[in-house]
């Protein structure tokens, strides 16, 4: 109901082109565009400090780090692969010496 209302369209395309306006002013503003890197980069140095932190704390308490956990999961991954191929392995085998048996006994 609203979004048919005339006024209420007029009201969302000024917004929006204010929006636009003081969006394209901030991104021509040097001072802007660089207090912003500033953060980002900022932000950055500190989420790998907190991550190096968080590493060394859970190695502390001897416990495993999420890419310890992965480094795991792909072991165990492997493992699944190598133990699928040996009982297909050992099925052919089976089925293998239950049709020899089979033949001999006839």
């Known amino acids: 109901m609203l979004k048919n209302n005339p006024m209420m369209k007029k009201l969302v395309e000024t917004g929006e082109e204010r929006v636009g306006k003081l969006a394209q002013q901030l991104l021509s503003n040097e001072k ?3 207090a912003v890197q500033s953060l980002v980069s900022r932000s ?17 308490m001897n416990l495993p780090s999420t890419a310890d956990l992965e480094q795991l999961r792909s072991k165990v991954d492997d493992l699944e692969k190598l133990l699928s191929s040996v009982e297909g392995k050992v099925d052919t085998l089976v089925s293998s010496a239950t049709a020899t048996s089979t033949s001999k006994k006839k």
């Open 44 to 60: 950055l140095a500190a989420k790998g400090t907190l991550d190096t932190a968080l590493r060394t704390a859970l190695s502390a």
């Open 32 to 34: 802007f565009v660089a």
